[in-house]
């Protein structure tokens, strides 16, 4: 993951992730190791007054989701 460019490559192909997207891997990424409440990534990625929202994150994810595997097959 390349913060500065804004690039996300998985086995060496390019992923196309759009802004959210990328701010919500950028937030995985940033606490490796740890698990994150949906009340955190929502502050993370949309900031205060998010945290009622959590179907955009779910959304999200799930959208995340769907690149990893259609980049790994």
Same mark, same amino acid.
């Given at each position: 993951? =390349? ?8 086995? +060496? /192909?390019?992923?196309?992730?759009? !802004? ?9 990424? /940033?606490?490796? +190791?740890?698990?994150?409440?949906? /009340? ?6 949309? +900031? !205060? +007054? ?9 959304? &999200?994810?799930? &959208?995340? /989701?769907?690149? =990893? ?5």
């Amino acid at each position: 993951m =390349d913060y500065a460019l804004h690039e996300v490559k998985l086995s +060496g /192909r390019t992923v196309q992730l759009t !802004p959210t997207e990328f701010e919500l891997l950028r937030a995985l990424t /940033r606490y490796p +190791g740890r698990v994150l409440t949906h /009340r955190q990534l929502l502050r993370e990625v949309w +900031g !205060p +007054g998010c945290d009622g929202e959590s179907h955009m994150l779910r959304a &999200n994810i799930s &959208n995340l /989701r769907r690149k =990893d595997r259609a980049g790994s097959s």
